[in-house]
């Protein structure tokens, strides 16, 4: 089940062990780069437009859980 992401407002927040800020995610996405090589021909990502997006799972990195993250409010967030 995928998990939204996080909004100005929420948070992301582990129902078994209450973990708020540490998580492995693993997303799809589709992006556009703009490569530019040096002369010595390294790569560096200049610029980066994401076409599209989807959050395939969350792993809470306390505890190992998948599936069991939810969003939250933020403190203050409502003030």
Known sequence: MPVPLPTAETRWRC??????????????AKVVEFVHLDLAGEPKVEEREVLSERIESVRC???NAVDQIELVDRPGASA
């Not at 129902?15 to 799809?28: I, Y």
């Open 15 to 28: 129902t078994l062990c209450g973990n708020l800020t540490r998580f492995d995610v693993t997303r799809q």
């Open 61 to 63: 990195r306390w505890c």
